[in-house]
């Protein structure tokens, strides 16, 4: 067959074997161009695929390890001394009233959880402090530690009133969910 | 049904060849000496021709056929006038053009063969006593209306004439051309009888004018050029259609992996919060964030460190920009002592990189942000600091 199209072209005019050879050429030009966004970009992609894949199959991998991880966590926490959330902001506030703070409020608390682990977070702002008073709520926040701890601490003194001290503290709890 | 693609089943067409009359050529056989090479034994062959021709060559169609190593070469020419402008166009397009005997000369034969080539107006003799090259050729015209008698008288003359002829072949058809299957080669063929011309032959054999000949060379060599072009793309096209298949066959796997993907990611998604709350906890119970702890090292235990013009406005501290990192916000009104106060946290051991740039000087006022990053053993001495007033 290929001999039959062969003597064919070869037999055309010279204007018609150039003008066939151009429309073929720009043919495949085109459809290479349009092919190639395309074969590039479906390489792109399944890089990505196989990439997430790979990580996926990582994490599935290490799922027992990081289960009996977690495990040994929770083993070293005391679960009935856990808060949750509303526990968190209520005892926040009484280790503050306890220092003798009285201009203070709390945020909503929020939470995250997975499985039997739950970690809540609430702000917290204490205005008009003395020092002392704020040492004395640090110090019974940090005998708290590890089920309520400091993400944020932000301490301001007023310009006008530089024994007057603003703290905003971001306070974390855990919780170990039966 | 006829299609306008029944050529390609149809194969291609056997290549146009024009066969002109054996009568109207003279034919001589000349010695060639051993050892020639190819365009020496041209040369040597137009020489003779010039020799023995009455005409000059530039008033001839004239051909030959010899072999490397013959001792011969067979030449045959023909005055250009005995052929009719009319004649001549019906050339145009031929492959070669040949005095028919010509067209039988590439057969394998037996030392002392006679070919006889019956035309309907004419007989040839082509003979070969040694070699691939016929030694003599005749032709004898017949009257139109001549009896199988006079045929058969005419061809044994022929025979007897040319002498030594232990094999005689008779053609009873003229010899034609198969179907093109290669350009190195023309086959003809006459019944069982085969003919094979290479192309040196052809091109030594065609009898046209030798420039207008070379002239069809050149484009004929332009032609499949562009033709192998072509091929190639075609070639490439046809890649590009397997490359398509391939997309589809890889979109396809493509899908069946991002489900796949979608399917374990809730289970993966479990498994990293498990994952990252577990370092979380880890983290509050084994690095805790102590801001006060930072700032006793920064000011000293009995406030020696800090110089007194200094004045901490801001303290703070965050996890998620360091756990050892503190950042202080202070102003005073000797500025100087900012850089004597950086040099000397420089020097504490339990700090690792500390910087107090001047973020604005109003008046007599220095503002400045200090950021102190601590080293992690330094923070986790035993003893409970005491905590002075900033």
Not at chain 2, 367 to 380: G, H, I, R
């Amino acid at each position: 067959m290929i001999r039959a199209v062969r003597h064919f072209f070869l037999t055309r005019a010279l204007r018609e074997k150039l003008l066939l050879l151009a429309f073929l050429a720009i043919g495949a030009l085109w459809w290479f161009s349009a092919f190639n966004q395309r074969a590039i970009s479906f390489w792109r992609a399944q890089r990505i695929t196989t990439a997430r894949l790979a990580e996926q199959t990582q994490w599935i991998k290490n799922r027992t390890r990081i289960e009996q991880a977690a495990q040994k966590t929770a083993e070293r926490l005391d679960p009935a001394r856990t808060l949750n959330g509303n526990q968190l902001v209520t005892t926040v506030a009484q280790l503050a009233t306890d220092a003798g703070l009285r201009d203070s409020r709390s945020g909503t608390p929020s939470t995250e959880k997975s499985g039997q682990f739950a970690v809540h977070s609430a702000e917290y702002i204490i205005n008009n402090a003395e020092w002392e008073q704020l040492k004395s709520f640090y110090e019974a926040l940090q005998k708290r530690s590890p089920y309520i701890s400091v993400e944020r601490f932000a301490l301001s003194a007023a310009m006008n009133a530089p024994s007057k001290l603003t703290l905003n503290v971001k306070v974390v709890s855990v919780e170990i969910v039966p | 049904m006829p299609t306008p693609f029944r050529f390609l089943r149809a194969g291609p067409p056997p290549p146009k060849v024009a066969l002109l009359s054996d009568a109207a050529f003279f034919t001589r056989a000349i010695s060639i000496p051993a050892g020639l090479t190819p365009a020496e034994a041209t040369a040597q062959i137009e020489l003779s021709l010039e020799a023995v021709s009455p005409f000059p060559l530039s008033q001839l169609y004239y051909g030959w056929w010899w072999q490397p190593g013959s001792e011969h070469a067979l030449l045959f020419a023909a005055y250009r006038r005995r052929f009719t402008t009319e004649q001549i166009a019906t050339w145009e397009g031929s492959e070669v053009v040949l005095p028919g005997f010509a067209a039988a000369l590439g057969a394998a034969v037996e030392p002392a063969t006679t070919l006889i080539l019956n035309y309907p107006d004419a007989i040839s003799a082509v003979h070969w006593s040694i070699g691939p090259v016929p030694a003599k050729v005749l032709t004898r015209p017949l009257e139109p209306e001549v009896t199988d008698e006079e045929r058969e008288r005419t061809r044994a003359e022929l025979i007897q004439s040319l002498g030594g002829s232990q094999h005689v072949i008779d053609l009873a058809g003229p010899v034609t051309p198969d179907p093109a299957r290669s350009d190195g080669e023309i086959i003809f063929r006459a019944g069982d009888f085969v003919s094979r011309l290479g192309t040196s032959a052809l091109t030594a054999a065609d009898v046209r004018d030798k420039a207008e000949l070379a002239a069809m060379r050149k484009s004929r060599r332009r032609d499949v050029a562009l033709w192998q072009v072509t091929v190639g793309v075609a070639a490439s096209l046809a890649l590009l259609a397997f490359g398509e298949l391939g997309l589809v066959g890889g979109r396809m796997w493509q899908q069946v992996r991002e489900k796949q993907f979608s399917a374990q990611k809730p289970l993966v998604d479990k498994i990293t919060s498990i994952h990252e709350l577990t370092n979380k906890i880890d983290e509050l119970s084994t690095k805790r964030l102590m801001p006060l702890e930072m700032m006793t090292q920064l000011t000293g235990v009995d406030l020696e460190r800090k110089p007194p013009e200094i004045v901490f406005t801001r303290i703070q501290a965050d996890q998620s920009r360091g756990l050892y990192t503190i950042f202080v916000e202070g102003r005073t009104s000797n500025a100087a002592q900012i850089s004597v106060y950086e040099a000397t946290l420089r020097k504490v051991p339990a700090i690792e990189k500390v910087e107090a740039p001047i973020s604005q000087v109003r008046g007599d006022q220095a503002q400045f942000t200090l950021t102190a990053v601590f080293k992690p053993e330094a923070l986790l001495a035993p003893e409970a600091p005491k905590h002075p007033t900033p």
